[in-house]
């Protein structure tokens, strides 16, 4: 952050975050110009207090709101249409709460899916390429909480429409790179991860975006979810992570995610947009809709 008060380190784990100062956050602005100012004359006489601050205390209670959208599929034939998920948690999360901006983390996530919805919403709307698979978009909370929301809408959303999901796709930090990766729970000899991969490898192709697949068994007695698709995985849900990162363990976000490569974000978002009509037959044409 340009002019910061503070100059971040890369990450470094929590428990050696340690010092006996007081540390404050803020945005760059005139007042904290001045403070900077103040600081660099101080010849020893000057002593910065800060007060009426409240005592630090954890949050028994955190409420959180998930947004889903739908678009039906065409039933030509009588038969249960299969649904296509495509999720991204919303919230962001820094060491100074009040100051994340999230911009790759997850605001790119949230951009592609809206565009996603926006471009097959104009695709549905016509007969001709009005696709034979219902399109579900969730903007899932509580993603830094170890993925609450996502857990708190599996629990509470009709069985039925859980247990229809074809794929769930989920997107996490995808707004900069060159590289991407798809983060699933199963092995590629499982034939619909096969399936699933081979679809977009082929979109990533055309778009010139290097994919690679990465497999990580769940872990049921680990408390921390690694990746949103993995509480899909354990309802039994073929579902995959889509993300510029290529393990869970990279950093991510934080009080300089401000910015993202618009052009990489639109490219990943025109790929994902190719991968979900092939995935919906018959295959609409999209470049005079995105």
């Known amino acids: 952050m340009p002019g910061a008060v503070l100059a971040l380190r890369p990450w470094i784990p929590a428990?050696?975050?340690?010092?006996?100062?007081?540390?404050?956050?803020?945005?760059?602005?005139?007042?904290?110009?001045?403070l900077r100012?103040?600081?660099a004359r101080n010849t020893g006489d000057t002593q910065i207090v800060a007060g009426g601050a409240e005592t630090p205390r954890r949050q028994s209670q955190v409420r959180v709101t998930n947004l889903q959208g739908w678009i039906g599929g065409k039933d030509e034939g009588g038969e249960e249409v299969p649904t296509v998920a495509v999720i991204?948690?919303?919230?962001?999360?820094?060491?100074?709460?009040a100051l994340a901006?999230?911009?790759?983390?997850n605001?790119?996530?949230v951009i592609a899916l809206l565009q996603l919805a926006r471009a097959f919403r104009k695709l549905y709307a016509e007969s001709k390429t009005h696709g034979g698979t219902n399109l579900l978009f969730v903007l899932s909370a509580a993603g830094r909480l170890n993925f609450a929301g996502t857990k708190h809408w599996l629990a509470h959303t009709d069985p039925q429409i859980v247990s229809?999901?074809?794929?769930?796709?989920?997107?996490?930090?995808?707004?900069?790179?060159?590289?991407?990766?798809?983060h699933t729970s199963k092995p590629m000899k499982d034939s619909g991860v096969a399936s699933l991969f081979?679809?977009?490898?082929?979109?990533?192709?055309?778009?010139?975006?290097?994919?690679?697949?990465?497999?990580?068994?769940i872990n049921i007695s680990d408390p921390d979810i690694s990746w949103e698709h993995e509480l899909f995985s354990r309802k039994r849900v073929l579902a995959a992570t889509l993300s510029r990162r290529a393990s869970a363990?990279?950093?991510?976000?934080?009080?300089?995610?401000?910015?993202?490569?618009?052009?990489?974000?639109a490219r990943n978002t025109q790929m994902l947009a190719n991968t979900l009509a092939r995935l919906v037959p018959p295959p609409p044409p999209l470049k005079r809709f995105l």
Do not use: W
């Open 107 to 109: 605001g790119s996530g």
């Open 15 to 34: 428990a050696r975050l340690q010092t006996k100062a007081p540390v404050f956050f803020a945005f760059e602005s005139e007042a904290t110009a001045k």
């Open 88 to 97: 991204a948690h919303y919230d962001a999360a820094a060491v100074a709460p």
């Open 198 to 217: 081979g679809t977009m490898q082929s979109a990533a192709a055309d778009a010139g975006v290097p994919l690679q697949l990465v497999h990580k068994k």
């Open 164 to 182: 229809n999901i074809q794929v769930a796709l989920c997107l996490d930090t995808i707004g900069s790179g060159d590289k991407l990766f798809l």
């Open 101 to 105: 901006v999230g911009a790759d983390s």
């Open 37 to 39: 100012s103040l600081v």
């Open 249 to 265: 363990e990279e950093p991510r976000g934080g009080l300089l995610d401000r910015a993202v490569d618009v052009e990489a974000l």
